[in-house]
């Protein structure tokens, strides 16, 4: 069964910086599109950052370019996602997701990692 498994969430000031790991369970991960999202208490979840199976292109949310860096080391099977000047309104449970190449959904999902933003 395939696995994605998040860690490197936790409880930060505002301003701080944490990096969040997504570790894939199958090589074939290495050629798929990956992503993260979140969802904050009483709200849906929403798209924060994808990265292509190459890494060579990324795209982000408005509320976290400039701020946050997805990446992924094909080699590790793993997903990174680098999150500076943090926000209290980055508060949330942070998914990792993947999708075979050409998928227009996102099917594969981790099981979250909890980030909390104290002001």
């Known amino acids: 069964q395939v696995q994605l498994v998040e860690s490197g969430g936790g409880l930060v000031q505002a301003g701080g910086s944490l990096r969040l790991s997504c570790a894939a369970s199958?090589?074939?991960?290495?050629?798929?599109?990956m992503a993260w999202f979140r969802q904050a208490p009483g709200k849906e979840r929403e798209f924060v950052a994808a990265?292509?199976?190459?890494?060579?292109?990324?795209n982000y949310a408005d509320s976290v370019k400039g701020r946050f860096a997805i990446s992924r080391d094909n080699a590790k099977i793993t997903v990174y996602l680098q999150m500076n000047s943090l926000k209290p309104e980055d508060t949330a449970v942070y998914y990792c997701?993947?999708?075979?190449?050409?998928?227009?959904?996102?099917?594969?999902w981790g099981q979250g990692t909890q980030v909390t933003v104290s002001s």
């Open positions: 199958e090589r074939t991960f290495s050629t798929y599109p």
């Open positions: 997701s993947g999708r075979t190449p050409g998928a227009t959904t996102w099917h594969y």
């Open positions: 990265i292509s199976g190459s890494g060579g292109n990324t």
